[in-house]
């Protein structure tokens, strides 16, 4: 291999680093930018949100759609517990078989 072959191949290896270099360096700001502007927000727009319990099942979920929200809870075995919606509460038993219902849009 010549020295002028040996050169380029040294160049190239150098450009090579100093790309991933500075592609590295624009990774580590921009995560620490990003994380360092993580703030509370006033505000959380969605269609629909889910809150998972520790063991990542569905224990409450909020929903809208043209008619209006709806609030369903759930209980550790994943039965409906809760639902809320147009003023009406409707709760399960313990065995999550009956379902009462209360209308809050009646006096």
Do not use: C, H
């Given at each position: 291999?010549?020295?002028?072959?040996?050169?380029?191949?040294?160049?190239?290896?150098?450009r090579?680093?100093?790309?991933?270099?500075?592609?590295?360096?624009?990774?580590?700001?921009?995560?620490?930018?990003?994380?360092?502007?993580?703030?509370?927000?006033?505000?959380?727009?969605?269609?629909?949100?889910?809150?998972?319990?520790a063991?990542?099942?569905?224990?409450?979920?909020?929903?809208?759609?043209?008619?209006?929200?709806?609030?369903?809870?759930?209980?550790?075995?994943?039965?409906?517990?809760?639902?809320?919606?147009?003023?009406?509460?409707?709760?399960?038993?313990?065995?999550?078989?009956?379902?009462?219902?209360?209308?809050?849009?009646?006096?």
């Amino acid at each position: 291999m010549t020295t002028e072959a040996r050169l380029n191949k040294l160049e190239k290896s150098v450009r090579r680093w100093k790309q991933i270099g500075v592609s590295l360096m624009v990774l580590v700001t921009a995560a620490v930018f990003t994380g360092a502007g993580i703030a509370v927000q006033d505000t959380i727009r969605a269609k629909n949100i889910e809150i998972v319990n520790a063991k990542g099942k569905v224990a409450m979920r909020l929903t809208s759609d043209a008619n209006g929200a709806t609030i369903i809870g759930y209980d550790n075995a994943g039965n409906t517990a809760l639902i809320i919606k147009d003023q009406v509460i409707t709760f399960s038993d313990k065995n999550a078989i009956n379902m009462d219902e209360y209308d809050f849009s009646q006096p």
